[in-house]
């Protein structure tokens, strides 16, 4: 057996690993990579295998680091049915369809605008391509074990990242043997707003494990809390200023709102106008309406006041193009959620171009911020940055939710690590950035006494029988 990293190896994004047995050969992920100038001609050169060779493709999760070059996989020629849980299949389309949109406009924008000395972008999927792919994914059920191929068997577990995210359980039949490989795809933190808690698995023979925050500590619920309700007080009802939330549409966005529910059914915060400027957002959220069983029970009364408008706030989804703009004629009193999360595209950048430069705004981070992105910069305390072709002066104080992550940190990480009776014969961190991905492996090795290896961008490690 062997299987090839060729993406989240040393970086966070761009998860994707092709398996070779001796009798087929599977991808599990086939994500963008994203942040960074070098993404584009990552995502241009990805996919250097045979795409028809192809037998079947598993995916995690619905975010683009997972699953956002699956059109162009197909485009390519890859014929292989696609499985994930009922969710993420119900979100692919929506997820990849906001991708394709996004991807076709620039490109057109780039043709009518030709820069000397760069070339014009080139899109790496259309609408039709998405369309394509779809005809080939079929959504399952958590914990039904299901055959891909004669020699495989499959199990999705709940990995309680974001709706639908599973941890991969894959036993394959070599020879007289069998081996079970587990690939964790993103681990949730415990006690999210919304999500059901990771599963423990028990035993595999390789595991593949994210290690995203696998150096660090998140606060804890209550300290988050605090932390929000802090930064409303202090920009809305101190300042009279907006706060500005750059938010994943999936996944972020539905757990912030959780949270302002629950502080506003506890009187913590008041006089509360929320405005989610995303229509990606709205479809996600719809989806998860629909899939309560990937959700937390305790979540219920939430999940029942969203579906019928009875919040203890004013929330209002804009969709139109001039129903976005209009937000940016609102001076104070607003908490304005909008995509992208990392800053680097959608109509985050208007808001921040209306609001970044004003002392008396606040800009909320609410998730990880990869390198090379425009929210990491302005993370790090860059003074000015760059919007639409001019400097706009960062003024507005800048806060970070880092209890609010969706990726489990290291002590959650170890903590599902233990529930193994014991060590794999082979663990490989990825899904982390460099300096990051060492240091957990370096945290397994001293606490657990594993084997761990960190493989590196392209490489093909061979598993020993």
Same mark, same amino acid.
């Given at each position: 057996?062997?299987?090839?990293?060729?993406?989240?190896?040393?970086?966070?994004?761009?998860?994707?690993?092709?398996?070779?047995?001796?009798?087929?050969?599977?991808?599990?992920?086939?994500?963008?990579?994203?942040?960074?100038?070098?993404?584009?001609?990552?995502?241009?050169?990805?996919?250097?295998?045979?795409?028809?060779?192809?037998?079947?493709?598993?995916?995690?999760?619905?975010?683009?680091?997972?699953?956002?070059?699956?059109?162009?996989?197909?485009?390519?020629?890859?014929?292989?049915?696609?499985?994930?849980?009922?969710?993420?299949?119900?979100?692919?389309?929506?997820?990849?369809?906001?991708?394709?949109?996004?991807?076709?406009?620039?490109?057109?924008?780039?043709?009518?605008?030709?820069?000397?000395?760069?070339?014009?972008?080139?899109?790496?999927?259309?609408?039709?391509?998405?369309?394509?792919?779809?005809?080939?994914?079929?959504?399952?059920?958590?914990?039904?074990?299901?055959?891909?191929?004669?020699?495989?068997?499959?199990?999705?577990?709940?990995?309680?990242?974001?709706?639908?995210?599973?941890?991969?359980?894959?036993?394959?039949?070599?020879?007289?043997?069998?081996?079970?490989?587990?690939?964790?795809?993103?681990?949730?933190?415990?006690?999210?707003?919304?999500?059901?808690?990771?599963?423990?698995? =028990?035993?595999?023979?390789?595991?593949?494990?994210?290690?995203?925050?696998?150096?660090?500590?998140?606060?804890?619920?209550?300290?988050?809390?605090?932390?929000?309700?802090?930064?409303?007080?202090?920009?809305?009802?101190?300042?009279?200023?907006?706060?500005?939330?750059?938010?994943?549409?999936?996944?972020?966005?539905?757990?912030?709102?959780?949270?302002?529910?629950?502080?506003?059914?506890?009187?913590?915060?008041?006089?509360?106008?929320?405005?989610?400027?995303?229509?990606?957002?709205?479809?996600?959220?719809?989806?998860?309406?629909?899939?309560? =069983?990937?959700?937390?029970?305790?979540?219920?009364?939430?999940?029942?006041?969203?579906?019928?408008?009875?919040?203890?706030?004013?929330?209002?989804?804009?969709?139109?193009?001039?129903?976005?703009?209009?937000?940016?004629?609102?001076?104070?009193?607003?908490?304005?959620?909008?995509?992208?999360?990392?800053?680097?595209?959608?109509?985050?950048?208007?808001?921040?171009?209306?609001?970044?430069?004003?002392?008396?705004?606040?800009?909320?981070?609410?998730?990880?911020?990869?390198?090379?992105?425009?929210?990491?910069?302005?993370?790090?305390?860059?003074?000015?940055?760059?919007?639409?072709?001019?400097?706009?002066?960062?003024?507005?104080?800048?806060?970070?939710?880092?209890?609010?992550?969706?990726?489990?940190?290291?002590?959650?990480?170890?903590?599902?690590?233990?529930?193994?009776?014991?060590?794999?014969?082979?663990?490989?961190?990825?899904?982390?950035? =460099?300096?990051?991905?060492?240091?957990?492996?370096?945290?397994?090795?001293?606490?657990?006494?594993?084997?761990?290896?960190?493989?590196?961008?392209?490489?093909?490690?061979?598993?020993?029988?």
């Amino acid at each position: 057996m062997k299987i090839s990293f060729l993406g989240a190896a040393r970086e966070v994004t761009g998860s994707c690993y092709v398996v070779e047995t001796d009798g087929c050969r599977f991808l599990v992920d086939c994500g963008l990579f994203q942040g960074g100038r070098d993404a584009p001609r990552k995502n241009l050169g990805a996919l250097a295998f045979d795409p028809a060779s192809i037998d079947f493709v598993l995916v995690t999760h619905s975010h683009l680091d997972h699953c956002g070059l699956l059109p162009r996989l197909v485009a390519k020629g890859c014929r292989a049915p696609v499985y994930a849980t009922k969710a993420t299949a119900d979100l692919m389309p929506v997820m990849l369809m906001d991708s394709a949109h996004i991807q076709e406009k620039e490109a057109a924008w780039s043709a009518r605008h030709p820069q000397r000395g760069r070339p014009a972008f080139e899109a790496l999927y259309g609408v039709a391509d998405v369309e394509d792919l779809m005809r080939q994914v079929s959504g399952l059920p958590f914990d039904i074990e299901f055959s891909p191929h004669p020699d495989v068997h499959v199990r999705f577990r709940h990995a309680g990242h974001i709706l639908g995210a599973a941890i991969i359980e894959v036993r394959v039949g070599e020879g007289r043997g069998e081996r079970k490989l587990v690939f964790s795809g993103d681990l949730g933190q415990p006690m999210r707003p919304l999500m059901r808690e990771a599963e423990v698995i =028990e035993s595999a023979d390789v595991l593949l494990v994210e290690s995203t925050y696998g150096n660090r500590l998140h606060k804890d619920a209550d300290a988050t809390a605090e932390e929000l309700v802090a930064a409303i007080d202090e920009t809305l009802h101190r300042k009279h200023g907006n706060l500005i939330v750059p938010a994943f549409a999936l996944g972020r966005t539905q757990d912030l709102l959780a949270m302002l529910y629950d502080l506003a059914k506890a009187r913590r915060v008041g006089d509360l106008h929320v405005f989610v400027d995303s229509p990606l957002a709205k479809a996600a959220t719809d989806v998860t309406l629909a899939h309560v =069983e990937s959700l937390d029970p305790r979540t219920r009364p939430f999940i029942e006041a969203m579906r019928h408008r009875k919040l203890p706030f004013s929330l209002h989804f804009t969709e139109s193009v001039e129903d976005s703009m209009a937000i940016n004629m609102i001076r104070s009193g607003a908490i304005i959620i909008a995509a992208s999360g990392m800053c680097d595209a959608g109509r985050i950048k208007h808001h921040l171009k209306y609001n970044l430069g004003r002392a008396e705004c606040g800009i909320l981070f609410t998730g990880f911020q990869a390198a090379g992105t425009l929210g990491r910069r302005i993370v790090d305390g860059a003074r000015s940055v760059t919007l639409f072709g001019e400097p706009v002066p960062v003024k507005a104080r800048v806060y970070t939710l880092g209890g609010l992550s969706a990726h489990a940190d290291q002590a959650a990480l170890l903590g599902w690590l233990r529930g193994f009776r014991k060590a794999p014969s082979r663990t490989f961190v990825v899904h982390g950035e =460099e300096s990051t991905a060492l240091a957990f492996s370096a945290a397994i090795t001293e606490q657990l006494g594993w084997n761990v290896t960190v493989p590196g961008p392209g490489e093909t490690i061979a598993i020993a029988g």
